[in-house]
């Protein structure tokens, strides 16, 4: 499944009744959809946070393939970007060190298997994958 | 759909989902309490790192004061998404 979004924070209920029906038709967990959900508006939102003058839609690309959901994000205005370098967020640190941001990449970080990012001269695409439990529903 | 309720005991009720649409109108809640209060997680069925965001943000406020929040009534994801956050270090947790 693929579906193009309009470069927007109010686009986050459409890509959540997006992954709504990705979820149904492959008959996933409720787990799996709170993380395909997390994954989804914690990506989408950092897109816009990072490059607002952008105009492109947003693609989003869903797919189950041996067990393995597989997760692609896809912004043809984007600004360079390497998710690899994205900052690191102290679980442990006090409430006092606690900063305010950060704590979306960390969670798809914790949530997923694998996340790799491609950049080319303005077209970014981010693949993550998460393994799945054997049994659905 | 999200709903947030202050009542007159401290409580404040969430329910729905908690997304990044939804952060302006739980800061309008969250900012209006100066002491300790309980957050009911019961009816809550999804929160982003936004909304997490608010609580945090509220916590390190109100610690300023001696006060604090009360998390209670996580159903089990949300409850995996604060562990993986760390926050059951700085929030005081009761699950449902």
């Known amino acids: ?137 | 759909m999200f709903e947030i309720k202050l009542t007159p005991e401290k409580v404040i009720l969430l329910s729905g989902r908690f997304d990044s649409l939804q952060t302006d109108r739980a800061l309008q809640i969250f900012g209006s309490v100066n002491e300790t209060a309980t957050v009911d997680f019961t009816q809550l069925e999804y929160i982003s790192s936004a909304g997490m965001s608010v609580l945090l943000a509220t916590q390190k406020r109100l610690r300023n004061k001696g006060q604090q929040l009360k998390l209670t009534g996580m159903n089990p994801h949300v409850r995996e998404i604060f562990k993986y956050a760390g926050f059951d270090m700085i929030f005081d947790i009761n699950s449902a």
Do not use: W
């Open chain 1, 1 to 137: 499944m693929r579906t193009q979004f309009k470069r927007d924070i109010q686009s986050i209920s459409s890509v959540f009744e997006f992954a709504k029906s990705f979820v149904q038709q492959n008959q996933l967990d409720s787990q799996t959809a709170f993380s395909l959900d997390l994954i989804l508006e914690e990506i989408f939102s950092n897109i816009l946070k990072y490059n607002k003058g952008g105009k492109a839609e947003i693609g989003i690309e869903l797919c189950l393939d041996n067990n393995i959901l597989m997760i692609q994000i896809i912004d043809e205005c984007s600004n360079p970007f390497d998710f690899s370098e994205a900052g690191s967020y102290d679980s442990s640190a006090s409430l006092e060190k606690r900063p305010i941001g950060k704590l979306g990449l960390h969670l798809v970080k914790t949530l997923t298997d694998q996340i790799s990012s491609d950049y080319q001269t303005g077209f970014s695409k981010l693949t993550i994958k998460k393994k799945l439990k054997e049994l659905h529903v």
